[in-house]
């Protein structure tokens, strides 16, 4: 026993309905950026991390800058949730190119790293 045309349609109308649905959500730099200002910090990783502490301020968004044996490419500034100056860092070694994406916010005087919720603080390939 077949289905009717509209039958049919309607049911493929529905697996495409549900497999949209399924699909993950897609995350941007700035969402993660939102959802990792916790208030807690974490330390820079290597000695570059520790010299782009010191040249947040200054780097523009956008472009890629080079801080010791990393390269860097802020995004701009904004006001986290927690009110608290934040910048998203897309860090490069250039010894291993590994990429990660790193967050710091100003505590009122110096810029600190603060931690991923996500739980990923490895870096990506």
Do not use: K
Not at 37 to 58: K, N, P, Y
Not at 83 to 107: E, V
């Amino acid at each position: 026993m077949g289905l009717s045309p509209s039958e049919a349609w309607v049911t493929v109308a529905a697996l495409v309905f549900l497999g949209g649905c399924a699909r993950r959500p897609t995350v941007s730099a700035r969402e993660a950026a939102d959802a990792n200002d916790t208030g807690r910090t974490v330390e820079a990783r290597t000695a570059s991390e520790r010299a782009l502490l010191g040249q947040i301020a200054t780097l523009p968004s956008g472009s890629t800058q080079r801080v010791g044996d990393a390269t860097v490419v802020a995004e701009e500034s904004y006001t986290a949730a927690s009110g608290r100056t934040c910048r998203p860092l897309h860090i490069t070694s250039n010894a291993t190119r590994r990429a990660t994406l790193r967050l710091a916010c100003l505590n009122g005087r110096d810029w600190l790293f603060v931690p991923d919720v996500y739980g990923d603080s490895s870096p990506s390939e």
